[in-house]
C-alpha cells in the first residue's frame, strides 16, 4: 500500500523525513498544501515549497496543493515537485474540467468526543 502523508509547514517535512529515517514506513508521497504565498502583485512566493522539495531530496514524490490557478500552476511546476493537484470545486469555477463535474470534500479529522455522543444517541456506541 503507498501512502501519502499530508504537510503544511516545513518542520512537519522535517517531521516526516525523520520518521521515514527511523522505521520501515509505506510512506511514498509527500503532500506540501498550501506552500506557496500569492503575492499583491499577483506573483507567487514558492520559497516554502522550494525549500520543501530540497529537504526531501528526491526520497519521496511530492504533491504541491492550495494556491493553484492557471496563472500560478507554471511557477509551481518550476519548483521541482513531483505532482500538482487541486480541488474540484474551485476547478470548476475556472472551467478547468467541466461544468457537470461534481465535487466531494472528505476528511480523515475525526472529533471523538461527537462521535461518541453520536453513537449514543443513535445506539451505535
Same mark, same amino acid.
Given at each position: 500500500?503507498?501512502?501519502?502523508?499530508?504537510?503544511?509547514?516545513?518542520?512537519?517535512?522535517?517531521?516526516?523525513?525523520?520518521? +521515514? $529515517?527511523?522505521?520501515k @514506513?509505506?510512506? #511514498?508521497?509527500?503532500?506540501?498544501?498550501?506552500?506557496? &504565498?500569492?503575492?499583491?502583485? !499577483?506573483?507567487?512566493?514558492?520559497?516554502?515549497?522550494?525549500?520543501?522539495?530540497?529537504?526531501?531530496?528526491?526520497?519521496f514524490?511530492?504533491? +504541491? $496543493?492550495?494556491?493553484? @490557478?492557471?496563472? #500560478?500552476?507554471?511557477?509551481?511546476?518550476?519548483?521541482? &515537485?513531483?505532482?500538482?493537484? !487541486?480541488?474540484?470545486?474551485?476547478?470548476?469555477?475556472?472551467?478547468?474540467?467541466?461544468?457537470?463535474?461534481?465535487?466531494?470534500?472528505?476528511s480523515?479529522?475525526?472529533?471523538t468526543?461527537?462521535?461518541?455522543?453520536?453513537?449514543?444517541?443513535?445506539?451505535?456506541?
Amino acid at each position: 500500500m503507498c501512502v501519502e502523508i499530508e504537510t503544511r509547514t516545513l518542520l512537519e517535512v522535517i517531521e516526516v523525513l525523520h520518521y +521515514a $529515517s527511523q522505521r520501515k @514506513t509505506s510512506v #511514498t508521497k509527500i503532500m506540501l498544501d498550501n506552500m506557496v &504565498v500569492p503575492l499583491s502583485n !499577483r506573483d507567487l512566493d514558492v520559497s516554502m515549497l522550494k525549500e520543501a522539495v530540497e529537504l526531501i531530496n528526491g526520497r519521496f514524490e511530492t504533491e +504541491a $496543493s492550495g494556491n493553484i @490557478t492557471l496563472d #500560478t500552476v507554471n511557477k509551481i511546476g518550476q519548483s521541482g &515537485v513531483t505532482y500538482i493537484s !487541486r480541488s474540484l470545486a474551485p476547478a470548476v469555477r475556472y472551467k478547468w474540467f467541466s461544468d457537470t463535474v461534481k465535487a466531494l470534500d472528505v476528511s480523515l479529522k475525526i472529533d471523538t468526543e461527537l462521535s461518541l455522543e453520536v453513537g449514543r444517541r443513535t445506539k451505535q456506541a
